[in-house]
């Protein structure tokens, strides 16, 4: 079955920065759109960004956008986070998610087939 284990997640200051992972097994990795959503507690998971099979299109949250980038090496079955500049308020779990690739970039959780179980990125102030 397919499986998504997130890495990378923990305690940084304001102004720093973080790199999360999530490594794809159990089906082919190039065939997925990824993306990256983020839940903080009492609220609800909200998109942080998303990528492409081909790594050709991008999309990025209001709230993340020209501080996070997002990549894939479909040779390595890997997508990255590079989070930097974080924010207090960039605290939460990170989860990693695959669907099979579309013609669109999807933003809604609920579009998404396939989940890890989550890394905590906790940024202090």
């Known amino acids: 079955q397919v499986q998504l284990v997130e890495s990378g997640g923990g305690l940084v200051q304001a102004g720093g920065s973080l790199r999360l992972s999530c490594v794809v097994s159990?089906?082919?990795?190039?065939?997925?759109?990824m993306g990256w959503f983020r839940q903080a507690p009492g609220k609800e998971r909200e998109f942080v960004a998303a990528?492409?099979?081909?790594?050709?299109?991008?999309d990025y949250s209001v709230s993340v956008k020209g501080r996070f980038a997002i990549s894939r090496d479909n040779t390595k079955n890997t997508q990255w986070l590079q989070m930097s500049s974080l924010k207090p308020e960039d605290t939460a779990v990170y989860y990693c998610?695959?669907?099979?690739?579309?013609?669109?970039?999807?933003?809604?959780?609920?579009?998404?087939?396939?989940w890890g179980q989550g890394t905590q990125v906790t940024v202090s102030s």
């Open positions: 990528i492409s099979r081909s790594a050709g299109r991008t």
């Open positions: 998610a695959a669907v099979q690739g579309r013609s669109y970039i999807a933003t809604r959780s609920d579009e998404y087939d396939y």
């Open positions: 159990g089906y082919t990795f190039r065939s997925f759109d």
